[in-house]
């Protein structure tokens, strides 16, 4: 692991560089200077974005700032070096008793604390940055790990695995994961592609959006058996979100069998809140009140959960009778 770099070992800014240089070769030190600054951007950005790639791991006092990485490191049994978790953590029960610690707070609070490692994602990393460096500052290691797509679930798994000292439970959960979702895909595989409903995935209804094709929400209703009617949303920077206006929607409005909804923080909807938005009577399944809330826990966040998201799902889309028949 490459030792941290603290502001006391930094030169003073005000002194001058004395090295005299000889004319004749000042063009040559310029185009080396040239060919070197995209290295040397590339390995400062590297720096200053830490990530568990190259970090032996075993660490003992964590402070977790992401629900997600809370239940995943307690899924790998790691729950009693988890020293501190963010205020939103809600799950599992067994570790809500831990002290709180929030990115918007004082630097002492987590200092006092004595982490060894602190695990943000990027979110919180590029909105506090003075927190990150000010951690690094001291020594504490500072690692910013959040997947956005389903293929980097099992590399965000290891990571936390072998940060935490727990590889091996890690890859026990890779193996779980992938036979159940193994399970998901032979039952759907026997329901015929006309058969399956189409739906639309709200992920935040005041500002009309959706997921991002490749976000996991997604994959867990592909899993579940049905189909995506927004595919040409449009992804919102590097997130799971997907803008789509309601005129978008509406163009969909005879093609949508399902509307689901994620319930949560991110979504505070509810059933009569989607009913009752202006113009969506117009939604063959606002019509038919085919209309369905999920936790948003459940399907937004790369835990061992989102199983019971996908199987939720299922039983939301074909739960029914009337649903079975969507298609035809």
Request: proline share 5%; glycine share 6%.
């Amino acid at each position: 692991m490459a030792p941290m770099t603290t502001y006391n070992n930094f030169p003073q800014r005000n002194r001058t560089c004395q090295i005299p240089i000889n004319r004749a070769v000042l063009p040559v030190l310029l185009c080396l200077l040239m060919a070197l600054l995209p290295g040397m951007a590339t390995a400062a950005t590297t720096a200053a974005e830490e990530t568990a790639q190259n970090d032996t791991g075993g660490y003992q006092r964590i402070i977790s700032l992401y629900s997600a990485h809370t239940e995943n490191l307690v899924s790998m049994g790691a729950a009693d070096q988890l020293v501190g978790i963010s205020p939103s953590d809600n799950y599992p029960e067994h570790i809500l008793d831990k002290q709180r610690f929030s990115y918007r707070e004082d630097p002492e609070r987590f200092i006092a604390a004595r982490p060894d490692l602190v695990l943000v994602r990027p979110m919180i990393e590029r909105s506090y940055p003075q927190l990150m460096d000010k951690l690094r500052e001291i020594g504490i290691h500072v690692v910013s790990l959040q997947p956005t797509t389903v293929e980097g679930i099992f590399d965000y798994w290891r990571d936390l695995g072998r940060l935490s000292g727990h590889p091996t439970a890690a890859e026990e959960m890779i193996e779980q994961f992938s036979s159940r979702l193994d399970t998901f895909a032979t039952r759907v595989d026997g329901i015929a592609m006309e058969k399956r409903p189409r739906v639309y995935f709200e992920s935040m209804h005041r500002r009309m959006k959706t997921f991002a094709p490749s976000s996991i929400a997604l994959f867990a209703l592909k899993m579940a058996g049905g189909i995506n009617v927004a595919t040409d949303a449009s992804q919102v920077r590097s997130t799971n979100i997907a803008a789509y206006s309601k005129e978008r929607i509406l163009a969909h409005a005879d093609e949508i069998d399902v509307f689901i909804a994620q319930q949560g923080r991110m979504n505070p909807v509810t059933l009569e809140t989607i009913r009752n938005e202006t113009g969506f009577q117009a939604i063959k399944a606002v019509r038919r009140d085919n209309i369905f809330l999920i936790d948003e826990h459940l399907v937004s966040r790369p835990t061992m959960r989102l199983l019971q998201g996908i199987e939720q799902l299922h039983e939301q889309l074909y739960g029914q009778a009337s649903l079975t028949e969507a298609g035809s």
